[in-house]
């Protein structure tokens, strides 16, 4: 089972280093030592507790649809031409952009500040590991 230094835990968070090792003394986070007696935590502890501290962020437009993954943020840059338009959503710590046509992006009155819900449906998704000899 892999484990991460508190450093490398606060990185995969989004947080600081002193604010792993205040949620594991405060006993949100359990960790323990590697072969060095350095302090760590176990890798499925830290991704229960990313599960549990990620909480779900409220869609704010009320409608239900099959697909899982949803993102809500704020826009925070729209590029049009004639045809296309970029978007870019932060949504947390992660960037969403999106291509749709200039007519759906003004319909939809995007422009930088704006909440918006980015919807993912995908048949394919590809995962990747750090490492490892295969």
């Known amino acids: 089972m892999p484990q ?4 490398e835990a606060a990185r995969l968070l989004g ?5 792993v090792r205040r949620w594991v003394r405060a ?6 030592e590697d072969a060095a007696r350095r302090k760590v935590v176990e890798g499925a502890e830290l ?13 704010p437009t ?3 649809r099959s697909a899982r993954n949803r993102f809500v943020g704020l826009v925070t840059d729209v590029v049009t031409d004639k045809v296309m338009a970029k978007v870019e959503l932060q949504c947390g710590p992660n960037r969403i952009v999106s291509l749709m ?6 319909e939809l009155g995007l422009q930088p500040g ?5 919807v993912v449906k995908a048949t394919q998704v590809i995962i990747e590991t750090v490492g490892g000899d295969q």
């Open 4 to 7: 991460f230094r508190f450093s």
């Open 15 to 19: 947080v600081s280093d002193d604010t």
């Open 27 to 32: 006993g949100e986070l359990v960790a323990g």
């Open 47 to 59: 991704a229960a507790f990313a599960r549990r501290l990620a909480g779900e962020t409220p869609d």
């Open 62 to 64: 009320g409608v239900r």
């Open 101 to 106: 046509s200039t007519e759906a992006a003004t």
């Open 114 to 118: 704006v909440l918006a819900v980015a």
